[in-house]
Structures are given as structure tokens and as C-alpha cells.
């Protein structure tokens, strides 16, 4: 699948899917999302001192935006929000989603993460949450965010799954044959530090196997045995936060 078929695919999910089209606000959306906002909630507090006082925020690849939703509503009520996703299908949702936490976004509108209508410096918070594995062109990504940052502002890329080279191939294989909407990838570690490097970006790779919320049992114990034994966390298939700051 080339590049642009990927990004019509990601699109056109938000149009068509059953449970999660702007047309209507379902059980089925609202029960996940509360389930994923439980796990967004303990990143928030675990990377508090990146993000408390903040005062410009963007978030990428936000889907519906439930996760600024949640932020501005029980962290950062004073902030000013802007919240984008590649689907407009998906930013016609956010409504539902201000509603039910009765906060309003200040700006939103769909854009890809390498091409972001922003001036220089304009952001000194811009995060997402288990949607920079979707992106593709991360280089491209990387470099168009530092620009829209501001100097010692911070990108959170929040529970993406990640593997060493060696076993890639595997995990890739592993995430694209489970019961997803859209094609996944998985990030290399070692590829983003390479990037980073290039772009005058400062990096950090945070392994969390804390996944409990969200993982089956059989899942659970293996990410409870990386906890035990973090030197596998760097090779064998893992669950990161990525930290990045402008100097």
C-alpha cells in the first residue's frame, strides 16, 4: 500500500465506520474511548512535568479528540487547544466529545502531521496518543513539528508500540493480522534517535510495560515480564513514550 492509499484509507474510516462515524455518538465509541481515556489519564500524570503550565497545545492524529478534551477539561482548562487529525470525518466528531466533557477546543481541523498550517514557534506542548505509529513520513513529521515549536516545548508521542530492527518484521507481521480498522506500523527506537540526531532534536525513549489497563491476560503477563527484565524492553517487541524537546 503506497502512501497515498494509506492516508485515503485513514480518511474514509472516520466517514463509513459503524461505531464511530460523526452521524451519531454510540455506546460502542463512547465505552472504548472511556476505556482508552483511563490509560491516558496514568500518561498524563506519569508525564506531568511535561506537560502542566503549558499554554499553547496541539494535538496530532487526534481522531475525534477526546484526549484534549479530557486534558483541557481536568488539566490545563486555561490552555488555548488546537486539535487536528488527516480525517475531516473524524474532527466532525470532536462536537460530541466538548459536549460531553463541556469544554470547547478552540481550534481544530484536519491536516496531515508533515504539513501543519502553523507559524514558527507557536506551540510549547504538542502530544498524541497511540497515533504517531500511523504517520508514516516520521522524519517529515519530525522536522515540520520542531518548527511549530516553541524553544524547550515538548512532543509526547504516548503509548506506541516499538521493536528493535531484529524484530520488526515480527511485531509488524504480529500488529497487522489483529482486528484493527486501519493498516499499523511499529516504531523503531533506534531509527527515531538517528532521526533526532539529524534534525537537532533532543530524544528520549521511555519503555512502559504498565498495560494492564488495556491488554488481554496472555499480553499482560509478557508486558509484566519486560517490567522484570528491562534489558529486553530495547530488543524484544515493547510498548514506549517517546519524549522529544527543542533547545
Not at 501543519?116 to 510549547?124: A, L, M, T, V, Y
Not at 503509548?159 to 493480522?177: C, D, G, I, R
Not at 489483529?178 to 519503555?207: A, F, Q, W
Request: glycine share 4%.
Amino acid at each position: 500500500m503506497n502512501l497515498k492509499e494509506k492516508e485515503e484509507e485513514e480518511i474514509n474510516y472516520w466517514k463509513s465506520s459503524e461505531f464511530e462515524s460523526a452521524e451519531k455518538f454510540t455506546k460502542e465509541n463512547f465505552l472504548n474511548k472511556m476505556q482508552e481515556c483511563r490509560h491516558f489519564d496514568y500518561k498524563v500524570n506519569k508525564y506531568s512535568e511535561f506537560i502542566r503550565q503549558k499554554k499553547q497545545v496541539l494535538e496530532i492524529g487526534a481522531g475525534q479528540g477526546w484526549a484534549s478534551c479530557f486534558l483541557k477539561k481536568y488539566y490545563l482548562p486555561e490552555a488555548q487547544f488546537t486539535v487536528t487529525d488527516i480525517s475531516p470525518y473524524a474532527i466532525k466528531s470532536l462536537t460530541h466529545w466538548e459536549d460531553f466533557f463541556k469544554v470547547k477546543i478552540e481550534r481544530s481541523y484536519p491536516t496531515k502531521s508533515y504539513e501543519i498550517n502553523e507559524k514558527d514557534g507557536q506551540f510549547d506542548l504538542i502530544f498524541c496518543y497511540a497515533a504517531a505509529h500511523h504517520f508514516v513520513l516520521l522524519k517529515e513529521t519530525l522536522i515540520e513539528l520542531k518548527r511549530i515549536l516553541k524553544d524547550n516545548g515538548h512532543i509526547l508521542f504516548l503509548y506506541e508500540p516499538t521493536a528493535s530492527n531484529l524484530f520488526y518484521p515480527m511485531y509488524y507481521y504480529y500488529v497487522n493480522k489483529m482486528p484493527h480498522s486501519t493498516p499499523e506500523d511499529v516504531i523503531v527506537p533506534s531509527r527515531i534517535r538517528s532521526i533526532c540526531s539529524g534534525i537537532d532534536l533532543k530524544y528520549r525513549n521511555i519503555y512502559d510495560p504498565n498495560q494492564s489497563i488495556l491488554r488481554s491476560i496472555p499480553i499482560g503477563i509478557y508486558f509484566k515480564l519486560l517490567g522484570k527484565m528491562p534489558f529486553l524492553q530495547k530488543v524484544l517487541p515493547s510498548s514506549s513514550d517517546l519524549i522529544f524537546t527543542k533547545q
